[in-house]
């Protein structure tokens, strides 16, 4: 069984959070959240996994 | 001319039963002589179980109602010997487009696998439907079979006690009564059986309203279905256009919860919502509107001593999914072996509760898919939404998230996975014919396997030796008898081989697996038969 990984994994933090900020600079509230929505069904579709989804999922509620 | 639903075909006739003093007793007496009563007649009459049919109505489906038929109750229609009409009938349909807004996110092909009799799917009236069903009762009856429908009968009242349940029954001559070993409620959503009884129809309530208009028109469009999410002829809402034969076209929009019926099905505001839709200039005669709403709910038990429940009298879903009618047959299809066992006395009444357990599974399958499709055609909460474009917009560019796109899971039979009459399964197996299983069709010799199954209990064998025929405390079992050198495209392998270098299946009359081996073994296809009848 595959585990989410809730180490660190990716190389340059700095660089992925300033990307991550970026593509929503001048984005109203209502687009950034269709792009938000957008980027997790298209990682979530990356990790395939449904066994690391329901982790992921969990994690996320804060539920662990 | 008159449409066909508004023919009189079974009218209100007196019977011997209005001149007896105490009420008459029947086998079997079914209430409502919609597409799932009539199914149930026909299997119990084709068993020689005789059965009485009673209706308040005396015409087929007012409307088209259902149009969507699944392979699978095409199937149960080959048995009761009424496929080949709807199949000749039918528009085949595989293609599909889904729109968002105002463009084309992507199109889909249900690539029908090869190597079965009938299609995935075929689009007909429901009128059409009945009027087959029909057609089959009065050939049933020029052949002696002991099967009487009578329209212009309305039940009022019901009362059971152990051995019989008692109907009164309403006609244009006054009230009668007849009594059965067992009556079965097919008598639609509103079931007014399940209200006499006090019993619960519990669920959830979709608050939304939806349109449908049911035109004739010479169109060029393709034979294909076309789902739109929030086009601008109906912003906000989503619309459907689907073909029927006879150049009938089922249009069907959503509404919303504040609407004015009335001024809805007004048919200049009708006109309004179609030329919105397919342009100014096309020509169409309206053939049947409506609205309606839906629920997705069941009752708690659909065996309720003497008196059963089937169809939408027991279960209802949204119609998006063609799970309704679809369903109701594979209830009749389930339910109809059964009572021919116990009305014989070759099964304990107990199998009854069998009946319950595998289609209480199957109606929850239908209302979760059924729910689940409506929650995204209709998101509930604003983040439901979200997440619905986001999976929009990405499949007009990517096929990842095309599968989640869902305008209606089409109905596929239903497994009976932890069945009580399950018997053993082979490891070796390929998963989707595992006991629970409807038989999936393949060519055999001279035709096709379903053809070759149905009505009484079967020992199906591949590549292995069994008796002709055996006998189980009164219950006969009769070989079918295939090979590998006569499976040359490899279907029986596929479907029913996997690893194993041999087969045997116990196959029950409806068709679906009870219990499979790689080799014959006398004591266990016994016990196996005996758990499949509830022994
Ligand atoms: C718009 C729409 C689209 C649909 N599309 C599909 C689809 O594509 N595929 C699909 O599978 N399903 C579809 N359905 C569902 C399908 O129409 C129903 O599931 C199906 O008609 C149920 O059949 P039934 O025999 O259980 O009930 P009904 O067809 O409702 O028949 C009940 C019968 O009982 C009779 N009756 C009622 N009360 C009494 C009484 N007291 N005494 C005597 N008789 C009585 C009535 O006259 C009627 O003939 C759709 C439904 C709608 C509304």
């Known amino acids: ?64 | 001319m008159s449409k066909i639903f508004e023919v009189p075909l079974y009218p209100y006739q007196r019977c011997a039963d209005q001149d007896q003093a105490t009420p008459v007793r029947h086998k079997v007496v079914v209430v409502g002589a919609g597409p799932v009563g009539l199914a149930l007649a026909i299997d119990l009459a084709m068993q020689d179980v005789p059965v009485v049919v009673i209706d308040e109505n005396d015409k087929v489906s007012w409307g088209s109602r259902a149009i969507c038929f699944a392979k699978r109750p095409l199937e149960i229609l080959d048995r009761l010997g009424c496929g080949d009409p709807m199949v000749d009938k039918g528009v085949v349909w595989n293609l599909g487009k889904v729109y968002f807004d105002e463009r084309q996110v992507f199109g889909f092909n249900l690539l029908p696998e090869e190597g079965h009799k009938r299609p995935a799917f075929i689009n007909l009236q429901q009128y059409y439907m009945e009027q087959y069903l029909v057609d089959r009762v009065r050939q049933l009856q020029a052949e002696g079979k002991p099967i009487e429908l009578r329209g212009g009968n309305k039940v009022v009242e019901v009362t059971q006690d152990d051995e019989r349940a008692e109907l009164t029954i309403s006609t244009p001559d006054g009230p009668y009564r007849v009594q059965a070993d067992f009556a079965i409620a097919c008598d639609g959503a509103a079931s007014p059986i399940r209200t006499m009884m006090g019993l619960d129809f519990v669920g959830r309530v979709f608050e939304d309203n939806f349109l449908i208009a049911d035109v004739v028109m010479e169109a060029k469009f393709p034979t294909e279905r076309w789902f739109w999410f929030d086009p601008p002829f109906n912003r906000g809402q989503s619309a459907l256009l689907h073909k029927q034969p006879d150049n009938v076209w089922r249009i069907d929009f959503q509404l919303g919860w504040d609407i004015d019926r009335a001024e809805e099905l007004k048919p200049e505001n009708i006109d309004r919502r179609l030329k919105a839709m397919l342009g100014d200039d096309i020509s169409y005669e309206l053939e049947w509107s409506s609205i309606y709403t839906f629920q997705c709910r069941r009752m708690d038990k659909f065996h309720q001593g003497r008196v059963i429940f089937a169809g939408d009298a027991a279960h209802q879903v949204s119609p998006f999914g063609a799970r309704g009618a679809n369903s109701g047959l594979q209830d009749t299809d389930n339910l109809a072996w059964k009572l021919k066992l116990v009305i014989d006395g070759k099964a304990p009444v107990t199998l009854l509760d069998s009946y319950d357990a595998e289609r209480v599974h199957g109606a929850d399958e239908n209302i979760l898919n059924s729910s689940r499709s409506t929650d995204f055609i209709t998101p509930k909460s604003e983040i439901s939404r979200i997440f619905r474009d986001a999976v929009l917009d990405l499949s007009e560019r990517y096929e990842a998230t095309r599968p989640m796109v869902n305008s209606g899971r089409l109905s596929v039979p239903c497994t009976y996975d932890g069945s009580p009459l399950n018997g053993d399964d082979c490891a070796l197996m390929p998963a989707r014919t595992r006991p629970g299983s409807p038989m999936v069709d393949a060519p055999v010799p001279g035709g096709w396997l379903l053809d070759r199954t149905g009505f009484g209990f079967q020992l199906m064998t591949i590549d292995e030796n069994a008796p002709e025929a055996l006998d189980v405390d009164g219950i006969e079992v009769k070989r079918l008898a295939l090979t590998t050198p006569g499976d040359a495209d490899g279907y029986l392998k596929q479907r029913y081989l996997g690893d194993a270098n041999s087969a045997v299946y116990l196959v029950r009359p409806d068709q679906h697996v009870a219990a499979r081996w790689d080799h014959y073994d006398e004591a266990a296809v016994k016990a196996a038969l005996l758990k499949a009848i509830g022994r």
Do not use: C, W
Request: charged content about 25%; hydrophobic content about 45%; overall charge negative.
């Open chain 1, 1 to 64: 069984m595959t585990a989410l990984n809730t180490k660190a994994n990716i190389n340059g933090p700095d660089e992925f959070y300033a990307d991550l900020l970026s593509v929503h600079e001048g984005l109203t509230k209502e687009q950034s959240d269709a792009l938000n929505a957008r980027l997790i069904l298209l990682m979530a579709n990356h990790i395939g996994d449904r066994e690391v989804l329901s982790q992921a999922l969990r994690a996320a509620a804060l539920k662990d």
